[in-house]
């Protein structure tokens, strides 16, 4: 099972990664689509906020039913106000996940996978940030090759 540094350490190198997708992004971006069915970057962008105020939280927690603070998805949010939302999100996961000891990540959760460790279903809560860094990579290369054609 994974230490509690490594899983933060697994963050903070998703964090890098999320911030060099989301750096100088243009506004007119947030919620370009390839086509109909497709996700937006202020969609992945708040579903990540959702899951750092509402989804870890209750692993933290260990109780699939926790009361979390989640977070209120603007749909009309400006850029600026979405990316000052994330960089307090960010901040607020590290504060959370510097609370955890090892000890915690071994207790058992019983939830959508099943009864695993906390430390299973935290790891796979922190890797939604990598995750999705490449959904949001994809969406601006997409949209940079079809601008240049």
């Known amino acids: 099972m994974a230490k509690i540094d490594t899983i933060k350490e697994f963050a903070q190198l998703g964090f890098t990664r999320l911030d060099g997708a989301l750096k100088d992004l243009p506004e007119e971006h947030l919620d370009w689509k390839s086509c109909s069915e497709a996700n937006t970057i202020r969609n992945i962008v708040n579903h990540l906020l959702g899951e750092w105020y509402g ?3 209750k ?3 260990g109780n699939k039913d926790a009361e979390t603070a989640g977070y209120d998805a603007k749909p009309d949010k400006s850029l600026k106000d979405l990316m000052k939302d994330y960089d307090k999100g960010k901040k607020d996961l590290m504060a959370k996940l510097d609370k955890v000891k090892d000890t915690d990540l071994a207790k058992e959760m019983d939830w959508f996978m099943g009864k695993k ?3 299973f279903y935290l790891m796979l809560g922190v890797s939604e940030i990598v995750h999705h ?12 090759r079809l601008a240049e054609a």
């Open 55 to 57: 989804f870890i939280p």
């Open 59 to 61: 692993i933290i927690a």
């Open 117 to 119: 460790p906390v430390g």
């Open 133 to 144: 860094e490449g959904q949001i990579a994809a969406i601006r290369g997409v949209n940079k």
